[in-house]
């Protein structure tokens, strides 16, 4: 055998070997590090799944249908009257705190109908509407009120600190006033605003 035939065997045998030997390199580190890119994920996965928990228990206390403070219920309850109001093109005589249904309801007038505009929670959605004759006492006294329910509500609340339950055009002995009930630490208290003056007065309770 020449110099050179040995030459070309030897070459291509040190190059299996280092191949081999490269490859047995790679086989051990990727064993090695399979387990820790396991972990990793594992952990990942772990995070996320608080996070999304954190998440989800933000979105349960901030949800529409829990509890709302005092001065967030109202606000609400008086964007709904301006967005039922501006629904109907008419003006609001009544609201109903959200029920069952978890919505405002907005009685509007216009005209000579009244229409019914139910509110999503935050006062900002409108759900549903509903038309009706409108009472021919209501009718009558809404032109004669200076006073609107909006400032009715904002003026019970300044005065007793509570949080607006419902609002109403009522009628008393021929004299109409706002009747107003707030949640006073929990509890319902009602008040009377007059259409005209708009004074604040609690209604008595019954002895």
Do not use: F
Request: hydrophobic fraction near 35%; charged fraction near 30%; charge should be negative.
């Amino acid at each position: 055998m020449s110099d050179r035939t040995a030459r070309r065997i030897a070459v291509p045998a040190a190059l299996a070997l280092t191949l081999g030997l490269a490859l047995t390199a790679c086989a051990d580190g990727a064993g090695d590090g399979g387990a820790p890119a396991e972990e990793t994920a594992t952990s990942s996965g772990e995070d996320t799944a608080a996070d999304d928990t954190a998440t989800d228990d933000a979105t349960d206390t901030t949800s529409p249908s829990g509890p709302m403070a005092p001065e967030h219920r109202t606000a609400a309850g008086l964007l709904a009257i301006a967005t039922a109001e501006k629904k109907a093109g008419g003006t609001a005589y009544a609201i109903d705190d959200p029920d069952r249904d978890n919505t405002w309801e907005v009685d509007v007038a216009t005209g000579t109908i009244s229409v019914e505009v139910e509110v999503s929670a935050d006062g900002t959605e409108v759900v549903r509407t509903q038309e009706d004759d409108l009472d021919a006492d209501d009718r009558r006294a809404l032109p004669d009120a200076t006073v609107s329910i909006t400032q009715a509500v904002e003026r019970t609340v300044a005065k007793s600190g509570g949080a607006l339950e419902d609002a109403e055009l009522d009628e008393d002995d021929g004299r109409y006033h706002w009747s107003v009930t707030v949640l006073v630490d929990g509890a319902e208290t009602d008040y009377r605003v007059g259409t005209q003056d708009g004074k604040v007065v609690q209604e008595r309770g019954d002895d």
